[in-house]
């Protein structure tokens, strides 16, 4: 069956531009996270939704993320006033459940930010 | 708090020759472990995962990776590499959160040579 996507799969902004990045999760999986990865920070978590629910938000670097899930299904994550320190990958993962151990995340092939 | 430390930033081996990766755990509870694997350009697969069952874990393409609780240790071995296996690998912890919040180490760039 299809695997998660996400679109766009490379953006070019201008700094201080609003940008909207897009994750269709697999089909019938209730959790869905986002990550970023970035040549100083590797690979580090930003948020997770069960359902429509972030009940965690602490992982977003700032004010200026924020992310929205509708419908159990696709999720959106809008950065803000971009900055330069924002290019890097934003990965997207899914999984059938959420918070057991055993549970596989299966990641989209991500979108890359770069600001200019 | 859940950490994994990747020892080698690159490893170089030739086709044939077995690979191994290593990987270095801290969790103040039994962790879940996994290796992902992620290819130029392309999506973050998973190989294999280590949820207390059999510390032997075997994963795709004949990847396999042993947990050693008294070393701390969750090394990625292969018999034999396969120009295909050039890749980089990441070692990952699931921290004890509530849920399956994913800790990813630094990675490891494979290089397979003819």
């Known amino acids: 069956g299809a695997g998660v996507s996400q679109s766009p799969s490379n953006k070019v902004t201008e700094k201080g531009k609003d940008v909207e990045l897009r994750c269709d999760p697999i089909s019938g999986h209730t959790a869905l996270y986002w990550y970023r990865q970035s040549l100083g920070q590797g690979l580090e978590f930003l948020i997770y939704f069960q359902g429509n629910s972030a009940p965690d938000k602490s992982g977003l670097p700032s004010d200026r993320f924020s992310a929205e899930r509708t419908g159990g299904s696709v999720s959106t994550l809008t950065i803000q006033r971009t900055q330069q320190e924002d290019s890097a990958v934003y990965l997207c993962a899914s999984s059938l459940k959420l918070a057991t151990s055993t549970d596989t995340q299966y990641f989209g092939p991500g979108t890359r930010l770069t600001v200019l | 708090a859940q950490s994994v430390t990747q020892l080698d930033s690159h490893v170089s081996v030739s086709e044939g020759t077995p690979v191994l990766l290593r990987c270095n755990y801290s969790?103040?509870?039994?962790?879940?472990l996994f290796w992902y694997v992620q290819h130029p350009n392309k999506g973050l697969q998973l190989l294999l995962k280590y949820t207390s069952a059999a510390t032997l874990v075997k994963g795709i393409n004949g990847f396999e990776a042993e947990f050693k609780k008294s070393e701390t240790s969750f090394h990625l071995t292969k018999p034999s590499a396969h120009m295909s296996d050039a890749a980089e690998y990441f070692c990952v912890v699931s921290a004890n959160t509530g849920f399956q919040k994913l800790v990813f180490g630094t990675g490891t760039r494979l290089l397979v040579s003819p």
């Open positions: 969790s103040s509870y039994s962790p879940s």
